[in-house]
Every structure is written in structure tokens, then in C-alpha cells.
């Protein structure tokens, strides 16, 4: 990962240097600036693609267009063949390069175009005009804070706070989304005034006029068109990818084709690095499936990393060295102790710039500063749960359906006290305990959008704490 930062309005070259500083972790490899009438901007570096050339800012041909970019755009060679063909010259190999002639020909429909994940600050010089971007599920973080017709921006929150005008003001309405869904939705964040940018979204900035729009969004229609340039299989035809619902005649077997040829392509895509690459294996199906399309499309074996626990209830390792086994990668793991958890808490705490209460943090935390040790970059499963409903609480939503249909002296009087009877585990989240937790959640007639009740508590808490004088209606 890279790290951006910068500012239209008042300030100087030490603010930037400041906020760009702090972003040091994210990017140690180097560090950039670009400073022009009143425009800062600031890059630390992750050198994945084009070691030698690809120091950021990047520019045009005459300069006229600057940007400073966090990702990696996965389609960016067959784009580079484009816009050469256009006449536009390059002086690097980078991916970020192909941004800024993709916007001299596209204009803001540039976004639409870019295959991966992305949060750039791009600068017009001529249009005097600031885009800020961030793609398409929000895989990379950008935050901004809009004050007196000063923009501020940046990878994280606390690059932001560096600068003198911002205030670190507690937003009490921030903390009651935390304390409903644990963590804090965009665009809040835990400061007032402070704001993510959202997925698919980017903001204007012109003459002093802020204007936030969206480029793209989640569709779930019958039928949608899908160009192949977003994939970079140039010179093909366009090709309709169709999605099974109640009113498509696709077969069962054609969209499971259609995903796998999807999945693969993908991975293949990611696959693309300069640097030493490995995949996080936890022997789950969404980690699996990315372990085995890379493996498949790569001629060596790859380096795969897992954590285990000492605690067996938390242990998952045994899955993923069976996989790793089946797959033949070059695997490598290590096994934690609640002593190793506990003790890198305080460390964990300076990266959170805000509230989030999620305990893998811990791990994953742990596993990266593992992989780090072989590789520089490493694909993960995460989302994959959220796409295919793979997280207990969507089979706790059918389950709860199914038990609010029956009797109540039923629900009463046999599956109640029959759940309330069940063994007691000691284990981590054992069954028992979910079980009980659903119920208990079911029996007082709150609805399962929120986890055994957190936005009732959150709500309590903030009437006892914070009172009406912190609250404004």
C-alpha cells in the first residue's frame, strides 16, 4: 500500500511534509511532493510495480496534470497499449502513469475505466480542478475534511489531524454508529468535520466549490453488460454476463461457469508484481479458491501463510495446511499464544485511527507482519463471506424466519427451554453460546439487523453518558 496526502489553500511545504510523514508505514520505500500556487500534494511509497520509474507525483507530457495515487490498476497494460496507439508518450512503466493520459482522453469518465483498487488525488492545472477518487468498493481508504473553502485529504485520519486547522472534536453521532454496528459507516468518521469518501465516489474541487459524485454502484438486474477492457482482454467482442434470478432462464451450471471463468480472471489479474507475492490461507473455501487460481497460473510454486492459535477453539491451521497440501503451494505458519495477542494490543492501537471493534484485527495484524518476512504483497479472502453469505448471522436470519412462523406456546414452551438446556462449551463463540444469544435476541421481538441487540445498548449508553447537552435534535 502507498500513502497520499495533501491540501488546496493556506498552508506550507512543512504541514505537508508533516502529514506525509505520518504516512510513513504505508509507504517506506520513498517519498514524493509536488507544490504549485497553492496546491500540496504528498506521496509515500510501496514500491509494487515499476521499481526504478514509478516515483509519484507522475505528470503528463507538458506537466499539466499531476497525481498522486494509492493501488494498483490491474488492466493497466492493455490500457497503455490504448493510448499509445492515441499518441500519448510515457516516460515510466508504472500503472499510475496510465491514469493521467486516460484522463487528458476521457475526462472524468477516466474512473469508469480503471480496473482496481484505487484513492488518488489527481490536479488540473489548466481547468484549475481537483479530483479525488476512490474505486469502485472502497478497498483503499481516503478522507477529507471541507472547511472555509479549504479541501484537506488523505490515506488515513491521523494525516489529516496533523494539520493545523483541523480540530480533533469527538462526533457523539459517530460514536452511537459505532456502538450500533461497531464500526463507523461513511461518510462519518469518529471526528467532526472529518469524512471518508465513499465507494464508487469522487469530489470536484473548482474555484473554491466542493461537489462530491458517483461513477459507479452495485447493480442487481437480470441482465447487464460487462465491457472486456475492464478485464484487459482487448480486441474482443462484448460480451453480456447474465445473473440468475427469478426472471433469468440461466442455468445453474452456466453461472457457476461463469463465476469460475470470473474468479480466475481476476486472480490471474492480481497476480501482476515487480516484487514477491503470497496468498493468506486460512483453509477456508474463499481463501482456498484464491490459493488454487493462483497456483493454477503460476509456474512455481506460491508462498502461502497462515496463523494458528494455541487455543483449539480458535484454531483453524489443520485446513489450511490440507489445503496447502492438495494445492502443493510453499507454505509457511505460525502458531500464536493469547500472551503474543494480548501483548501487541497497544501497537495495534496506533494504526486504528478510529473506533473499530473487530478481534481479527489482532491476527491479521500478526500474519502481516509474518508474510512481510517472505513477500512484499499478499492476496486475502476477505469479502468473500460478504458476497456468498457465508457468515453465520445470514443462516441465523433464514433460522429466524423459519422460528417467528411457528406457535408462540411452541416457541415457549419446547424450543426455548430445549435451546436454554443445550450443554455449556468453554470454547470461543461455541454453537451453544450463538444459539442462545439468537434466541434470547428472538424472544424479545428486536429485529436482527443489528447484533443481539448492540444498537439498544448503544443507544442507552449514549442517554446515560452523553445526556440531551452533548445531543443535539
Not at 228 to 240: C, F, Q, R, V
Request: net charge neutral; proline share 4%; charged share 30%.
Amino acid at each position: 500500500m502507498c500513502g497520499i496526502a495533501g491540501f488546496v489553500g493556506q498552508g506550507n511545504e512543512e504541514i505537508l511534509k508533516k502529514m506525509t510523514g505520518s504516512l510513513e508505514r504505508r509507504g517506506p520505500d520513498s517519498e514524493g511532493f509536488f507544490i504549485k500556487d497553492g496546491i500540496y500534494f504528498g506521496h509515500r511509497r510501496l514500491s509494487i510495480i515499476d521499481l526504478a520509474t514509478g516515483h509519484q507525483p507522475i505528470f503528463n507530457e507538458d506537466k499539466t496534470i499531476s497525481i498522486i495515487f494509492n493501488g494498483e490498476i490491474y488492466n493497466f497494460k492493455d490500457l497503455r497499449k490504448q493510448l499509445e496507439k492515441r499518441g500519448h508518450k510515457f516516460y515510466t512503466q508504472s500503472d499510475t502513469e496510465v491514469i493521467v493520459h486516460l484522463y487528458e482522453d476521457k475526462g472524468e469518465d477516466f474512473l469508469k475505466e480503471l480496473n482496481g483498487m484505487v484513492a488518488l488525488a489527481l490536479w488540473d492545472d489548466k481547468k484549475e480542478k481537483l479530483i479525488l477518487a476512490r474505486d469502485r468498493l472502497g478497498e483503499k481508504p481516503l478522507y477529507y475534511s471541507f472547511l472555509g473553502g479549504k479541501l484537506i485529504f488523505a490515506s488515513e485520519l491521523k494525516a489529516i489531524l496533523v494539520h493545523p486547522q483541523i480540530k480533533r472534536e469527538l462526533d457523539f453521532y459517530s460514536l452511537a454508529k459505532y456502538l450500533n454496528y461497531e464500526y463507523i459507516p461513511f461518510p462519518q468518521t469518529i471526528f467532526k468535520n472529518i469524512y471518508k469518501l465513499g465507494p464508487g465516489e469522487y469530489l470536484i474541487y473548482q474555484k473554491g466549490i466542493l461537489e462530491k459524485k458517483k461513477y459507479w454502484d452495485i447493480g442487481f438486474n437480470s441482465k447487464l453488460k460487462n465491457r472486456d477492457s475492464i478485464y484487459g482482454s482487448e480486441g474482443e467482442e462484448e460480451n453480456e454476463v447474465l445473473f440468475a434470478n427469478q426472471n433469468s432462464k440461466l442455468l445453474e451450471e452456466e453461472a457457476m461457469k461463469g463465476l469460475e471463468e470470473h474468479l480466475e480472471r481476476s486472480v490471474k489479474m492480481r497476480l501482476v508484481s515487480d516484487v514477491p507475492l503470497g496468498i493468506w490461507l486460512s483453509g477456508g473455501i474463499d481463501s482456498t479458491a484464491i490459493a488454487y487460481y493462483a497456483q493454477k497460473n503460476s509456474p512455481t510454486p506460491i508462498k502461502t501463510f497462515s496463523i494458528g492459535f494455541t487455543d483449539l477453539s480458535f484454531d483453524e491451521s489443520k485446513y489450511a495446511r490440507q489445503a496447502a497440501e492438495f494445492l502443493k503451494t510453499d507454505h509457511y505458519e505460525k502458531v500464536l499464544t493469547p500472551r503474543d495477542c494480548l501483548d501487541l494490543i497497544p501497537q495495534i492501537f496506533e494504526f486504528l485511527d478510529e473506533p473499530l471493534a473487530d478481534a481479527s484485527i489482532v491476527p491479521t495484524y500478526l500474519l502481516s507482519k509474518f508474510t512481510r518476512e517472505k513477500v512484499k504483497v499478499a492476496l486475502g479472502g476477505d469479502g468473500g463471506d460478504e458476497l456468498f453469505m457465508g457468515y453465520p448471522t445470514f443462516q441465523a436470519h433464514q433460522l429466524a424466519k423459519i422460528y417467528q412462523k411457528l406457535p408462540y406456546f411452541l416457541r415457549k414452551n419446547l424450543i426455548t427451554p430445549i435451546v436454554n438446556h443445550l450443554p455449556v462449551s468453554f470454547n470461543d463463540f461455541s454453537f451453544d453460546f450463538r444459539l442462545k444469544n439468537l434466541f434470547l435476541l428472538l424472544s424479545t421481538g428486536r429485529k436482527l439487523e443489528t447484533k443481539f441487540g448492540w444498537v439498544h445498548f448503544g443507544q442507552k449508553i449514549l442517554k446515560i453518558y452523553f445526556r440531551q447537552k452533548f445531543i443535539k435534535k
